[in-house]
């Protein structure tokens, strides 16, 4: 046994007789001991009033150390039992042979820590024998067996201050530094009041410490501390962080003269944009820049391969860091043999609204299906001579996707060269850009006066039509393709003439036709009075909701109170759904039943399917010489400023099923089951980790996740309770929390 820092530590018989003098030093004769393979002490020698002593090698922790002795030979021996905490070099008397000189001995010794038996090999790495000799030496570890206990008791309160180790009282007081008391109660759900109560009684030490591990430690909120954190309390949580990045649209505005915004645009393409083409006004803004020699070559290299691999329209420019991304797809292009430029139809536009005035997006024209095939099957071929190790990078990157057949728009090519949008604005055309722009465009115009409103408008087009929004666009289209497999019923998606017409005609059913308790089957309600309701509708952006007709036999069951139309139309519901619906508002109209389904609240029924709407818009400018004031937020917003130039700028997302920007996502694995006390555990270490500023949506697990009833089903949290919770921390009070 090595000494410790103070010397010998708890080994106070050791230490006593080291300091010893002639001839006392004689009546206190020590030897160490140590057990063999089979945890054996032998004393092979004749020994002068002899008392074998146990001593520990390591310190213990909470676990107690228990030896059991069997003299060979003779009877078992009284057990000794090391207590917690008991340091090393702590000594406990084993055995004294009667008598003035005692004949060898030895004794095999059993060792069990916190209740569990070590191997008998694992003796030695605990205990040694400490063997005195001397009517000295017994008296000297009757004296200093207190030592031992003292440094234990001294070792067990300094680990009590330690969280992992606290009990009782000493809980009790950390949780008081930390402003978290001890709960009097465990939560239940009362099925019959329909709420969760407190069953009264003293909290445990052990869900007291899990508790307040969650503040105990300093912790900068990063996913992986995070993570790391709500798996103390409930394993299998994990985060989502946010995929789903904000969309981006940028509008030039005049206010007043026109010339600052002209001025702006001839600035940008003479002095940033970037013109691939080997043009004389091209090549002159290009030769005009100040740039060093390694910049400008890199910059002209670049311009070769653009109008290598791609056929530009006259005066073409790109923002940099579009070219750099239709560089990258360039390269790709020509380390695997393209056969023919693909087509760019349109770039820079003065004229082109958000999408191209400012150059941060391209139309190219997506190829026939045979031509996109081939194009893809060239990718495992070889690659041109000469191919570097970024261009190879970058190929690696677009064979890591396997394209389909028939991609006419060579996502497999945009993606790896770092186009973050792509967008199909007809048959005829893809949209593409370097930055998250999806399908959103500001709708206005480019000149307006000083000192009067103007109205602008966001939209984000779904693809292919401008007349819907892209996220209703996708959900309709999902829904379309499911139907069959969800077992739904048909429909109509009426166009806008049509539906604006059947919504006219709606009316109101009688209270006593039983029509409110067949939707009420399927999920759906009623309004009160359809007129209210459809003036309200037709108030509401028309991208954000289309309606539905659905079939005639259908439409007939459900008026006619019909019980055996609920499953279907139940089904019809939970398409829409789960396809990105978050609103449905039933209409009765003469020609069937009428089915608005919306992205955003709809009149009466509000957000009545998702957990919130599925998309929106917030507006901000930028000063460019001159100032303006945004009336509203929304999609449709108004302008009003003094002369000079601002951008106008729309930030929008369109929800996707990942987690949106600024937000971040609490799940639980399918069937993953929280009773309410770790419920309300995770939540609360959600409020400790979470950065300011950041949502974190705990809606999925708040309706699917938490067993109220304690049955092994999943209990959706009603309303009036989805966001209840106690608080383990309680606000600090100076002067008021500490006793009298």
Sequence with gaps: MGAAVDGFGAASARAMAAHLTPPLAAGAAQRLLTPDADARLAVGFPARRPLLMLALRQ??????????GLLEGGDPLP??????????GTGLPLYRPAGERAAPFAITL??????????????????EGLLSEGELGRLIALLGAEKGRLRREARQLQAMRRLDHAELDALDRLGADLGVPRLDGTPAWDAARREIVALRGPEEDASYRRRL?????????????????????????????????????????AIGPAAPRAEMLARLRTDWLVQPLDEPGANA?????????PRRAALEEQRARLRTAFAFPPGAALAPGLAGAMDRAAKILLAIGHPAPIAVTRAQDDAGGSRFETALGVAVTPLEPAAADALAARLDGPLADGTGRETAALVAAARATPPPAGDTTLEWLWRAAGMRTLHRLSTTALYLSDMPVRGLVIDGPDNMAPGIATEFRAVFEAAGDPLLNEALGTALATAAAG??????????????????????????????????????????????QAAPAVASLAAMPGELHRTLLLDAALSAQIMAADPAAIPPLAALVGLLKASGVVSLLPLASPGGLLLVAGVAALPVVGVNLGERRATGIRWGVVPLGGSATIARQGTRTSLTGQPGLV??????????????????????????????????????????CFAMGVEVNTWSLRQAHVDLEGDGTADPLPPGLARHYRRFRMPRRRGLDEPE
């Design 483 to 528: 139907r069959v497999a969800a077992g739904a019923p048909d429909y109509t998606v009426l166009d806008e003439a049509a539906a604006a017409a059947a919504r006219t005609t709606a009316f109101d059913p009688p209270p006593a036709s039983g029509v409110a308790n067949t939707l009420a089957g399927a999920g759906l309600a009623v309004p009160p």
């Design 285 to 293: 803004a290009h030769a005009a820049r100040y740039l060093p020699g």
């Design 59 to 68: 310190d213990l922790d909470e676990r107690p150390l228990l030896v059991t």
């Design 647 to 688: 951008a106008l700028v729309a930030l929008g997302h369109v929800r996707d099923g990942s987690p949106d920007p600024y937000e971040i996502r609490c799940t639980l694995p399918e069937g993953s089951l929280l009773d309410l006390a770790q419920y309300e555990w995770l939540m609360n270490a959600l409020e400790r």
């Design 79 to 88: 057990p000794l039992a090391f207590a917690g905490w008991s340091e090393a």
């Design 110 to 127: 059993g060792v069990s820590l916190g209740g569990v038996a070590l191997p008998p090999a694992a003796a030695a790495d605990w205990i």
């Design 213 to 253: 591990g969650i503040y105990r430690p300093f912790m900068a909120p990063t996913r992986a501390a995070a993570t790391a954190l709500l798996r103390q309390g409930v394993p299998q949580a994990d985060l989502l962080e946010p995929g789903n990045p904000l969309a981006v649209a940028v509008r030039l505005v």
